[in-house]
């Protein structure tokens, strides 16, 4: 089931909305204050809305790594598709980019 609103999907946004907060509050506060009362309260939501979408600390954490290595494959393909020569180390030469955030000269 999917609820959009305005052709939004609305769960998408929550979940957007969570790992956003989750991210703010490691990189912000620290590991020690990293809990879902904290990530609730930095993303406006109730803890309940949380516990909705990662009902424990360790299920949101595991949301945060599938989101980082979802948006590395992601900018993974489109840095590859960049790359004016066929070359069989393309894909190889992508992650090291990406994962460093080097440019391409």
């Keep these: 089931l999917t609820f959009l609103k305005g052709g939004v999907n609305i ?3 929550q ?8 991210n703010k509050v490691i990189a912000e506060k620290g590991l020690n204050c990293f809990t879902l009362d904290e990530v609730a309260k930095e ?6 809305g ?31 598709k960049t790359l004016s020569e066929a ?3 393309n894909l190889l030469l992508s992650f090291i ?6 440019k391409l000269a």
């Design 43 to 48: 993303g406006g939501l109730s803890k309940g």
């Design 87 to 89: 070359s069989p180390y």
């Design 50 to 80: 949380l516990l909705h979408h990662y009902p424990s600390k360790d299920k949101l954490i595991k949301g945060l790594i599938e989101n980082h290595l979802n948006l590395l494959q992601s900018s993974i393909s489109e840095r590859e």
């Design 97 to 102: 980019y990406e994962q460093f955030k080097m």
């Design 11 to 13: 769960i998408t946004v």
């Design 15 to 22: 979940i957007k909305k969570i790992l956003d907060a989750a």
